[in-house]
């Protein structure tokens, strides 16, 4: 088995900070994904990495930036943390190709004031 | 657009009945469809999935039901234990060549002992 470590757990911003999320997995995946969870709905896709050095747009990558530094960490940026933005911020990652099993991290909770 | 659709926001079964669980979709392309449940406080955890060539998909007392024509499926869950107690997400992905998955906005059970 393997474990997904996201640091860190809860990160408290101020409104126009730039705030960096970290990832690392020890599964030896190839693919990995940010997601982020709002209260009631759902995930949705920031980006996501097929390999080391790609990155990939997911449906919500507008003010967040990322970076795949080596095959076991994904890292992602809150370009200018919004005002009273509360989400859970989930890191995940899986073996190439489809309908492969996605492991998620426990998430890096975010507010920002 | 929400392309995948979870009904009923919440759910409360007691103790051994069986909960139902349904997610329709709009994108025909979806061929995979894994259920996913989350604790609080923890990452969206794999619990069983079903490729759209078949109609039924069982595990232990989780069952799916699929009905291509319909783009609709049903997560049942016999005998229902309070450790059930969890969000479950439907999810699905299609023809990306990637694991890129869409969510629902989950159903938050509660099983009353």
């Known amino acids: 088995g393997g474990i997904i470590t996201q640091t860190p757990k809860f990160l408290i911003g101020q409104e126009g900070q730039k705030l960096t999320l970290k990832c690392q997995q020890n599964?030896?995946?190839?693919?990995m994904y940010w997601y982020r969870q709002d209260s009631g709905k759902g995930l949705r896709l920031i980006y996501y990495?097929?390999?080391?050095?790609?990155?990939q747009k997911g449906d919500l990558s507008e003010g967040y930036d990322a970076s795949r530094e080596k095959k076991s960490s994904f890292s992602l940026t809150v370009t200018s943390a919004q005002k009273n933005e509360m989400a859970v911020f989930l890191c995940?990652?899986?073996?190439?190709?489809?309908?492969?099993?996605?492991?998620f991290g426990k998430g890096t909770r975010l507010t920002v004031v | 657009q929400q392309q995948v659709r979870q009904s009923p926001q919440s759910l409360t079964v007691w103790e051994g009945e069986t909960a139902i669980l349904n997610c329709s979709y709009e994108?025909?392309?979806?061929?995979?469809f894994p259920w996913y449940q989350q604790f609080p406080g923890e990452g969206p955890a794999l619990l069983i999935s079903?490729?759209?060539?078949?109609d039924k998909k069982e595990d232990g007392r989780f069952t799916i039901f699929f009905n291509k024509r319909e783009k609709k499926l049903s997560l049942h869950i016999a005998d229902s234990q309070p450790g059930d107690s969890a969000t479950y997400f439907c999810?699905?992905?299609?023809?990306?060549?990637?694991?890129?998955?869409?969510f629902g906005k989950g159903t938050v059970l509660l099983v009353s002992p």
């Open positions: 995940a990652s899986s073996i190439a190709g489809t309908n492969t099993e996605v492991f």
């Open positions: 599964f030896n995946h190839d693919t």
């Open positions: 990495s097929i390999t080391e050095n790609d990155l």
């Open positions: 994108n025909s392309a979806f061929d995979y």
């Open positions: 079903i490729l759209s060539v078949s």
């Open positions: 999810a699905a992905s299609g023809d990306s060549g990637y694991n890129k998955l869409t």
